[in-house]
């Protein structure tokens, strides 16, 4: 089997292709046990930790029975979607674990997790439909972005937040900070690149969001 491009990778597995599938597995299996491991490491949970191999088997599983991947539209958003379905379907399965263990007898307004205590278990129920646009919502891609954010300098933290979590345009911003459009650009382009290469730390892998 040649080569496959992630786009023709993606299409094939769409198209219930067995063997682009098996391909598909062996390139991206490092990725998502990866981030098993780092959701339940935040987590603390020594419990489940163990049983990282049937928590990737079930999100594989998913993936495949669910065609889930013919939702994919920008090959280049696969990585930071796998890590975040990886991500939800390790805290869905140390929930669902963790009711269980209680004999159904759990409040669902009961905190998760001591470290976030503000978060109940029914809070924790999430929809594992995620893109890449709703990745900093995620209390832990959030986090580390904002931790981020705040290593660069004043003028590209503000240009940044003008740009992501405003939705201006560059031109809005120059006229806003009365700075020219070239500099603008470039202070967003140097900006996204030194957050990108801050949040791959976290997973290992390149992990774009923008």
Known sequence: MRYLSTKELINKCAQRDSNAWGEFIRRYERLVIRSVNYKLNRLSVGSVRYEY???VQE?????WNNNRLSGIKHP????SWLVMVSINATLN???KKEIKNRNNTASLDQSFSREEPELTLGSKL????????KMIESSEIREAFKKELAKLNPKQQLVLKLNIYENKKHRDISEIMNIPLNTVSTLIRRGKHNLRE???QYFGENIDIF
């Open 126 to 133: 999430s929809s594992l439909k995620l893109n890449t646009e």
């Open 198 to 200: 801050g949040l791959n």
């Open 76 to 79: 280049s958003s696969l990585k």
């Open 53 to 55: 191999q049937d928590i």
């Open 59 to 63: 999100i594989f599983l998913s993936i």
């Open 93 to 95: 399965y140390c929930t």
